[in-house]
């Protein structure tokens, strides 16, 4: 079950698997996630399904090396099978002719982004896509993006790619050379994601945000991923995981998602510590 | 007149010292030996009225085993149980025997004796047939009668699949998450219900040619056009969506639902982290929980075994109200779990980090009864006072999980969001499709769950039969 059949480094710490879950190629939706476990004993954690081949029943999961479970994802071969693959879990993205959209993807969250544009490409819309890193390197699927987009915009903190700065430059620039945008979506590292928020406000830009916070079973039955969303308590893993991103608490994101910071360090360091060397990942 | 002379108590068992226990995750209770268990089924009248038997919601031929334990026919004693009840060893530990069965036995009506401990011997009789090495599987026809799909593997789904099997059906489990068993897998604590018992029985369930497609999420990896292929249907995905009471704090880093504390303890043994297992659990020193439940009891218990140094428990009505099973708040009260009557948390208040450091509650009193025929209670005016917790862990009950239900909007709910169905054979308002458990009648119990499926059982062949005949 749940064969490697392709594996690829994309970036340092950053890998590309193909991995065989029929049930879930089959049924799977821009903007959906499957509940990953490595091993036996291992936590459930959540991953976005980049792309679904329903003809060889296989997934594409694009993740980033972070902890305990992505390290031992990330040593896996071809051949190895992961010990669960559950979905697809979650909405799927609101595809529709929008008009102009904009898609904002930062590090990891480029692979969340990617299907997504594809689908909004694939109905009509117009496709202008920022990409943002701290560096070159980090900016992941750039050339499947361009072939998706209309306009690629890339960031970068150095400037070693692109324009040198934040994913907020890229859409206040679209903006100011008079650019109208239908819904933007942002997809990223949770800080970026609140910023795009913040200023896809004031630029009366509608955003959508797919939160992150920490899931246990991904089928809305223990609470673990739920965030404030305006007024109400939502559980990212049912309700969502895409959100209007006005209306988000992100401190409370943020705060949420450090729950676990002691014990994350301890898991991983037990993890080398069994293992060995780890850095060339 | 030749007089009945019965032991007044019932035969003591041997249980982990609250001690020792208080900081293990090892079973509590540690059952009979052959000669304590027959000494305590001739404790047994075998009166003619057998009021246990009307009392337990699937009619075990109780004075029928414990005879047959009596005689030291343990392979008759089994085979009685199983032919009931497909889940003995479970039962045996959770059921809430003071209600049911052992509520109603003559022995306990005899002044100043203690009913006959039948859950003891239940789960002495199925313990010994399993270490027996020679778990009888009955014959199972090899002429399928047709297929059913069963959605959630909870005590509902495992009952009805392996009824059907019996009869002949290839019956396939569809289960959302990586391990049957639902509620007794993920909530129940393994101090209470050790995990190998379960998955004993569920091996039997399958040895009986149970399918069990785990990581199947119906609605998600499967549609509801791709379900309705299969002769029947029967849902039993249970309430498994906690609810929380929404107060100021609630998503404060250290508040927990009891579903969230109890699943990552349990499913995901968070207890044996970081060596036996990657998910983590927050150890909080100081720690309250809200309800009185069976939820709660495992919840504060679980928090103590993770070595918190005191536990509370608020509960918003008084101690004769709490639904918990009494033989678990007894065990809670050794352990050395407090209890606060007519409490209840107002608001939850944190540091700058966004981590819990207190609870804010209010006193409660009893007013007049509400809809439940409880005395409903009521905040006593500036009676707000602050408890010192850096854990909270609300179990205030469970809702449906709504996966499957959007998925399948034909189907007719309660107002209170559950499925309708018939209580004699769980027929929905829609033809083939039936349910039960606690996704009909909201968070129930074991056996309750366990009877409808064997009920559905009963229909869906039914069903399927004459569905065949027409055709
Ligand atoms: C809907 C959703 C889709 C996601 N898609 C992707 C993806 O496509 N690629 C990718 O690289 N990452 C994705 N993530 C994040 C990914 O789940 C976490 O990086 C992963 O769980 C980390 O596990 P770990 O054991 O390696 O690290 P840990 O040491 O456990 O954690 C490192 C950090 O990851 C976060 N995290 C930890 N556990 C979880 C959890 N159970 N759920 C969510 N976040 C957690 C925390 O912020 C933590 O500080 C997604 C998260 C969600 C909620
Ligand atoms: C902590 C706790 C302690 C308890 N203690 C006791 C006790 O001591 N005694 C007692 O009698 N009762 C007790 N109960 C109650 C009892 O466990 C439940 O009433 C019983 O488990 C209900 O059974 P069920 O089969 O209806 O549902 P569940 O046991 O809830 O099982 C439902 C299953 O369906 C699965 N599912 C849900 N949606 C889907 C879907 N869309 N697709 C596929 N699968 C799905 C779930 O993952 C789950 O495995 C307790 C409950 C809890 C939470
Ligand atoms: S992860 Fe458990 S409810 Fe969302």
């Known amino acids: 079950m749940f064969e490697i059949t392709s594996k ?35 936590e459930r954690i ?99 993006c361009e072939r998706n987009s209309d306009e690629l915009i890339v960031t970068t903190d150095d400037g070693s790619m692109g324009m040198k700065g934040v994913v907020t430059d890229g859409m206040k620039a679209l903006v100011k050379r008079g650019e109208k945008i239908d819904q933007a979506w942002s997809i990223g590292p949770t800080i970026m994601m609140k910023f795009s928020a913040y200023t896809a406000k004031d630029l009366g830009i509608p955003i959508f945000v797919s939160l992150n916070p920490i899931m246990v079973d991904g089928t809305g039955m223990c609470g673990a991923c739920r965030v404030t969303v305006g007024k109400n308590i939502r559980f990212a893993c049912v309700d969502g995981p895409e959100f209007d991103g006005y209306e ?18 301890i898991s991983l360091e037990n993890y080398i510590a069994k293992v060995g060397d780890l850095s060339w990942l | 007149m030749a007089v009945i002379k019965i032991p007044n108590n019932k035969t003591p068992i041997k249980e982990q010292d609250p001690k020792v226990r208080a900081h293990n995750f090892k079973e509590v209770v540690l059952g009979y030996s052959l000669e304590e268990a027959v000494a305590e089924a001739n404790r047994c009248l075998q009166c003619v009225n057998q009021p246990c038997v009307a009392g337990c919601p699937v009619n075990i031929d109780i004075p029928g085993f414990i005879l047959a334990l009596k005689n030291r026919d343990l392979p008759k004693s089994a085979e009685i149980l199983k032919s009931y009840n497909n889940l003995p060893a479970v039962c045996g530990r959770v059921c809430p025997q003071e209600s049911q069965c052992e509520g109603r036995c003559t022995v306990g009506k005899m002044k100043a004796h203690e009913p006959v401990a039948i859950g003891k011997l239940e789960r002495f009789v199925a313990d010994w047939e399993a270490s027996s090495g020679d778990v009888k599987i009955p014959e199972i026809p090899t002429q399928k009668r047709g297929k059913v799909a069963v959605i ?90 906690p609810s929380f009471m929404n107060i100021p704090g609630t ?51 679980s928090a103590l075994r993770l070595g918190a140094e005191n536990v509370k428990i608020v509960y918003r009505r008084s101690e004769a109200e709490m639904p918990a099973r009494i033989e678990e708040y007894h065990h809670a009260i050794e352990e050395g779990i407090e209890f606060h009557w007519l409490t209840n948390p107002i608001a ?66 309660t107002s209170h969001g559950y499925i309708e169905a018939d209580p004699q054979t769980g027929q929905t308002s829609v033809e083939g499709v039936y349910a039960g458990g606690d996704i009909v009648t909201g968070a129930a119990t074991v056996i309750l769950a366990m009877g409808a499926g064997k009920k559905s059982a009963v229909a869906i062949d039914e069903y399927v039969r004459s569905k065949k005949i027409s055709k």
């Open chain 1, 46 to 144: 959540p991953l976005t399904i980049a792309d679904a081949n329903v003809e060889t029943g296989e997934i594409r999961l694009i993740f980033q090396a972070v902890g305990k479970t992505t390290y031992e994802f990330a040593t896996m071969k071809v051949g190895d099978s992961l010990q669960d693959v559950a979905g697809p879990l979650g909405h799927p993205s609101e595809i529709k002719k929008y008009g102009t959209v904009l898609m904002v993807g930062g590090g990891v969250g480029i692979a969340a982004i990617l299907p997504i544009l594809k689908a909004l490409k694939g109905v009509g819309n117009r496709v202008i896509t920022i990409l943002g890193g701290r560096s070159a390197d980090l900016v992941i699927l750039k050339d499947e």
């Open chain 2, 348 to 413: 939850y208040i944190g540091d700058d980090k966004g981590n819990l450091t207190a609870v804010k509650c209010i006193k409660m009193e009893l007013g007049e009864p509400d809809a439940s025929g409880r005395r409903r209670p009521v905040p006593i005016q500036n009676s707000e006072f602050t408890i010192e917790a850096d854990m909270v862990v609300e179990a205030i009950g469970q809702t449906s999980n709504k996966v499957l239900l959007s998925a399948f909007p034909e189907l007719k709910l």
């Open chain 1, 248 to 265: 988000v608490n992100w401190d409370e994101v943020m705060n949420r998602l450090r729950q676990y910071k002691d014990q994350e360090k």
């Open chain 2, 152 to 241: 959630g593997a909870g005590p509902a789904g495992l009952t009805v699949a392996a009824d059907l099997a019996k009869m002949g059906y290839e019956v396939k489990i569809f289960e959302a998450l990586h391990a049957a068993g639902g509620v007794l897998m993920y909530g129940i604590p393994e101090f209470r219900l050790p995990k190998s018992i379960v998955e004993r029985e569920i091996n039997f369930i399958r040895s009986l040619g149970v399918e069990i497609d785990t990581d199947s999420i119906v609605g998600r990896s499967i549609t509801i056009s791709e379900i309705k292929k299969f002769d029947a249907i029967f849902i039993g995905t249970g309430a498994g969506t």
């Open chain 1, 8 to 42: 690829e480094k994309i970036a340092t710490k950053e890998y590309e698997f193909w991995v065989k879950a029929p049930q879930v190629a089959s049924h799977a939706k821009p903007g959906q996630f499957v509940i990953v476990r490595t091993s036996q004993n291992g």
């Open chain 2, 251 to 301: 998503n404060l880093n250290g508040v927990y639902s009891a579903s969230e504390f109890l699943t990552r303890i349990n499913l995901m043994h968070a207890y044996e982290f970081p060596y036996q297992s990657d998910t983590p659990v927050r150890l909080g020193k100081h720690v309250v929980v809200v309800g009185a439940g069976n939820v709660a009891m495992d919840a504060s218990r």
